[in-house]
């Protein structure tokens, strides 16, 4: 019974940094996309926006990488070892 609970547990913890991941380069995608709306529209916004969106981008899809790669890896689905996602 305690060991059923921790899994599910441990589970649901692996759906919140998916989730967290998730949203992170969404919320990440619209800033940016933001920024160049404006920009092309001849407003001036400023550009720590965009930089700071694009880290975030870059972030929450090394996060969503890295999360699936340990799902294959654990499950055995991967063909190959990628260094930078251990």
């Not at 991941?21 to 619209?30: E, T």
């Not at 709306?37 to 407003?43: F, P, S």
């Not at 969503?64 to 799902?71: G, P």
Request: aromatic share 20%; net charge positive; with cysteine.
């Amino acid at each position: 019974m305690m060991r059923k609970l921790l899994n599910f547990l441990l589970y649901w913890r692996n759906f919140i940094f998916l989730l967290f991941y998730a949203l992170l380069a969404a919320f990440s995608f619209d800033l940016v996309m933001s920024y160049f709306r404006r920009w092309l529209q001849g407003e001036s916004d400023s550009l720590f926006f965009a930089l700071l969106g694009l880290g975030g981008l870059i972030v929450g899809c090394y996060g969503l990488m890295r999360f699936i790669y340990h799902q294959d890896k654990k499950r055995g689905r991967l063909k190959r070892q990628i260094r930078w996602l251990e």
